[in-house]
């Protein structure tokens, strides 16, 4: 029997906000446990919530940048459960009303083909605390610095079918909450982190199976191992005559396995009800188009220009907006050499990006000022110097040793254009090498690219090879 998989995520999305959703206290990364935390946050009897209106802002900002209702009115609840990172006994969501109602997310696969993913919604909460099993013999430690973050919640349509198209939908929400600015994305901190469910159906057939849902997937592969893991698991138990159990299973990325946690738990057992510590939310129309119009050029609006009016190939758009910061890396350079977009692309993905890699940094690390990339392309351009040197060039300044013109000036690497001097240098290496010249005027025809290395040699490179092709080809034949 063909099976087939049905996916639904839940990422959440830690808001990059100063200061928690319901108290004034700092959210940064890493700070000593329990030293960003007040009565609000350790859930003190008596204590009220006061919402803060930049968690509001950014969960409209991300409702109105994947075209979703907005709604006018939501509603925080609580969903009570124990743990011991939750000393409210429950945590502050929103369950029936939520901020950000239906949308959409279009997703690009390897192939090229194009997907649109449904956004069921997306609801503001608060995080929990962490329990620190680690530095203390026999006994485990509670930090509540995370307690009271502010989370957007963003729940997907069960219209994901594989793994590869969920890591291309994480791949898109990621880089969409960081050109939004609503979320720093730092996996590894836990700031963006997916709940994966999955279930597997007969192809062909409409109705879904039984999903579970594994919890807290820190990176795309991750993700991906999960996903396959599950649906070959699942296929297995349902194949050999067994059912799948709706339950909440976590991953181990050592073994590549997922284990069951606990079974799953429906809504009603959390006895959602309004919080009534907290108003509902009102958003006005006003704000929503106050918002939109500030909205910056969103990663697929970005790649759409960059094909139509910098005629880039989509291949090389959609590397460039798949990282801001790279992106506007390119758009920095691109000023020097406006008319040549595609070849201050090749740079900036080729030679750049390679020398980066090799050297463990990121884009927002590089040692090379964006002008400076694009000088050297106009230096190309003018035929200030050949793409060879130009790439001597760029080493040069990779190490941090001066602008393009100053390490041309320096260097003495100014490409050689004047004819009569490439036609006294070729002239030389004539004379220098009698027997091959007899030989390729006998017909040995592929000694003509010894001359011309021997000749760029003499130039140090820096002859126009263009020029001194041609030269050449006159020169050797009388
Ligand atoms: P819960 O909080 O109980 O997990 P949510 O509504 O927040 O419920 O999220 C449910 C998620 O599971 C959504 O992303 C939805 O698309 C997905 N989903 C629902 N049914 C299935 C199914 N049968 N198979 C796979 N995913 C599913
Ligand atoms: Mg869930």
């Known amino acids: 029997m063909e099976w087939e998989a049905v996916i639904g995520l839940e990422v959440h999305a ?52 994947i075209g979703a209702q907005i709604n006018d009115q939501s509603v925080f609840a609580r969903k009570n459960y124990f743990y011991p990172d939750l000393p409210k006994g429950y945590q502050i969501s929103q369950f029936e009303l939520p901020i950000v109602g239906v949308g959409h ?46 989370l957007l919640e963003i729940v997907s349509e069960p219209d994901i079918r594989t793994a590869k198209e969920a890591v291309a939908y994480l791949k898109t929400l990621h880089n969409l909450v960081r050109y939004i600015n609503i979320c720093d994305g730092n996996m590894q901190e836990g700031s963006f982190r997916c709940d994966a469910n999955v279930s597997v159906r007969p192809k062909g057939q409409e109705k879904f199976g039984t999903r579970t849902e594994t919890k807290n ?10 996903i396959n893991y599950e649906i070959e698991r699942q296929i297995e138990v349902i194949e050999s005559g067994g059912v799948i159990m709706q339950e909440t299973r976590l991953f181990n990325a050592d073994t590549n396995e997922t284990k069951m946690m606990r079974s799953k738990e429906d809504a009603n057992d959390y006895r959602y009800f309004p919080d009534p510590d907290l108003l509902p939310v009102r958003v006005t129309a006003e704000q929503i188009r106050q918002i939109k119009s500030t909205l910056p050029e969103l990663p697929a609006e970005k790649q759409q220009r960059f094909v139509d009016d910098l005629h880039l190939s989509t291949d090389t758009a ?18 020097a050499a406006p008319e040549h977009g595609q070849l201050v692309a090749n740079w900036v993905i080729g030679e750049l990006l390679g020398a980066l890699n ?74 220098q090498f009698p027997e091959q010249l007899a030989d390729y005027r006998s017909g040995k025809d592929k000694l003509f690219g010894f001359f011309v290395g021997q000749a760029m040699k003499a130039s140090k490179g820096k002859a126009n090879p263009a020029q001194l092709n041609e030269i050449l080809k006159t020169k050797l034949q009388n």
């Open 358 to 431: 090799k050297a463990s940094l990121d884009i927002t690390q590089c040692p090379i000022p964006a002008e400076h990339i694009g000088t050297l392309v106009a230096r190309i351009i003018d035929k200030t110097i050949s793409t060879k040197i130009a790439k001597t060039v760029f080493e040069t300044m990779f190490n941090g040793e001066g602008t393009p013109d100053e390490i041309i000036e320096a260097k003495g690497l100014k490409q050689v254009t004047d004819t009569a001097e490439i036609e006294k240098m070729v002239d030389e290496i004539i004379t």
């Open 14 to 65: 830690q808001l990059n906000t100063k200061s928690k959703i319901f108290s004034g206290s700092a959210t940064n990364y890493g700070a000593m446990p329990n030293t960003q935390i007040c009565d609000i946050d350790i859930g003190l009897p008596g204590v009220l919530p006061v919402l803060n209106m930049e968690a509001v802002h950014k969960a409209i900002t991300f409702g109105v940048a």
């Open 318 to 335: 959609t590397t460039l907006v798949s990282n801001k910061a790279l992106a506007d890396y390119f758009e920095t350079g691109l000023k």
């Open 217 to 226: 997937l820190n990176s795309f592969r991750f993700v991906e191992r999960a």
């Open 105 to 150: 997310l279009d997703i690009t696969l390897e192939d090229g083909r194009s997907r649109r993913i449904g956004v069921t919604r997306a609801h503001l909460e608060e995080d929990a605390g962490k329990s620190l099993h680690e530095d203390f013999q026999g006994l485990s430690g509670i930090d509540l610095n995370r307690a009271g973050i502010p």
